[in-house]
DNA sequence: CATGCCGGGAA
DNA sequence: TTCCCGGCATG
């Protein structure tokens, strides 16, 4: 069995950096990508809390059917470098103080969430690959997927070097309950996966306390759990709707109508009678907010339209 | 102010 | 290709 390893944080020297909920909405933006760099480089003053927080299950995906194979985890093809982990979390964190990743040795890793598999990917598009593949079937590369699917996998810190270890305990030093409530992703089923099994979903109010026991199966979620589809920009011309409907119950219908322009010259570049009515859903920036900028959709993140609540 | 996202850019 | 940001348009 793969040892394995979790979030350990706090090695080494307490880390001071008491950023008592300062994160300015905008500042923590500051590149939130160089932590990718593993050991050293442990300058950077700036420390924004990009904590992790908040976990939730999603409904303990089972695998489509098809092929049963029941037990035994096989690894279908593999190639990348996964590392086997197992084990689970104390529950919800909200967590590390440190800004998203941080300290030597400390990576973040996807992990799968299907029911047995464990698979860790290290990059997000690794393990949506991953999933499609393997989960979703479609062995043959060339599947479709065009822009409604979803992922079950969660983001994980691991700490590499101590694979073998009796390991971490983290110690979330849970704050003075501060999390936010513990926003459950949208998830959506997609109507073309055979699922089966109902999957109950376990999931605590608001203030977390008490870890209710949630599915068995469930591989309990330690940070976020993200439901994401590739971006698909634009293009793709060929791009059949995908049948299954969005979701975001589109509170209040509000009509806003166009007034039309007296006379006026349809300038093809911003006429004053352009109106370029804003979307109405709120998009993953306003649902998720800042802090938990690694849940938005792939669209909202690269600040291009959203895709998860596209009206 | 905040939010959404086009267009442009880096790797 | 994936990823991100400047800056504008919009409330
Ligand atoms: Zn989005």
């Not at 967590?95 to 698979?119: A, G, Q, T």
């Not at 062995?139 to 691991?158: A, K, P, Q, R, T």
């Not at 959203?306 to 009206?311: A, L, M, V």
Request: glycine share 4%; proline share 9%.
């Amino acid at each position: 069995m793969a040892a394995t390893v979790l979030t350990s944080l706090s090695t080494s020297p307490l880390v001071l950096t008491q950023t008592s909920s300062a994160a300015v909405p905008e500042s923590a933006s500051r590149g939130w990508k160089e932590a990718l760099s593993t050991s050293y480089s442990s300058s950077t003053s700036g420390n924004w809390s990009w904590d992790t927080s908040d976990q939730s299950v999603p409904s303990t995906p089972s695998p489509p059917l098809s092929n049963d194979a029941s037990k035994s985890f096989l690894l279908p093809s593999q190639g990348d470098d996964v590392i086997e982990d197992v084990t689970e979390s104390t529950h919800f964190p909200f967590v590390d103080p440190i800004p998203r990743k941080r300290k030597n040795s400390m990576k973040v890793m996807f992990k799968c969430l299907w029911k047995n598999c464990e698979k860790v990917l290290s990059t997000s598009s690794g393990i949506q690959r991953h999933i499609r593949t393997v989960h979703l079937g479609r062995n043959c590369d060339s599947d479709y997927s065009d822009g409604e699917e979803d992922f079950y996998y969660s983001e994980i810190e691991v700490n590499m070097d101590s694979l073998s270890e009796g390991l971490s305990s983290l110690t979330p030093t849970s704050p003075t309950t501060s999390g936010p409530p513990p926003i459950f992703p949208p998830v959506s089923i997609t109507a073309c996966l055979p699922r089966s099994e109902p999957s109950h979903i376990a999931m605590r109010g608001t203030h977390g306390h008490a870890p209710t026991l949630l599915s068995q199966s469930a591989p309990s979620a330690l940070c976020h759990i993200r439901t994401d589809h590739a971006y698909q920009g634009p293009l793709t011309h060929t791009r059949t709707v995908s049948f299954g409907e969005k979701r975001q119950p589109a509170l209040h219908t509000h009509t806003t109508i166009s007034k039309t322009p007296p006379s006026t010259a349809p300038l093809p570049k911003s006429a004053p009678g352009t109106r370029k009515p804003r979307g109405e859903a709120k998009k993953c920036r306003k649902v998720y907010g800042m802090e938990k900028r690694d849940m938005w959709c792939t669209a909202c993140r690269w600040k291009k339209a959203c895709q998860r609540f596209n009206d």
